[in-house]
């Protein structure tokens, strides 16, 4: 009986299940116990295939136009956590006279 319901699982999903639009090559990766919990989770809570979350955070990790160091640093949370550095550091040249001169 449970060999019959797989292959009508099986039928059903060859025939009746869409895949996205885009060409789709299948890549096996092996996740620890504790990181596949947390995607089976946040796939229910988001009501959306661990697959498609997967492709999700691939996208955004590997950044098609590609990360410049003012996006990991931002990411890091290092930007502007110096409070006591003066408005503009970056940008006005006052604050570049002499830069890079031995004293």
Not at 1 to 23: G, H, N, Y
Not at 58 to 79: M, N, P, R, T, V
């Amino acid at each position: 009986m449970q060999r019959r319901s797989f292959a009508v699982f099986r039928r059903l999903s060859d025939t009746c299940v869409k895949m996205s639009d885009m060409a789709s090559n299948r890549i096996t990766v092996r996740l620890p116990e504790a990181l596949t919990s947390r995607l089976r989770s946040r796939s229910r809570s988001k009501g959306q295939t661990e697959s498609k979350l997967v492709r999700e955070a691939l996208e955004q990790y590997l950044c098609e136009k590609g990360d410049s160091a003012y996006d990991f640093a931002e990411e890091a949370g290092i930007i502007g956590v110096v409070e006591t550095a003066p408005k503009g550091l970056s940008t006005k040249r006052q604050h570049f006279k002499d830069f890079g001169k031995g004293k």
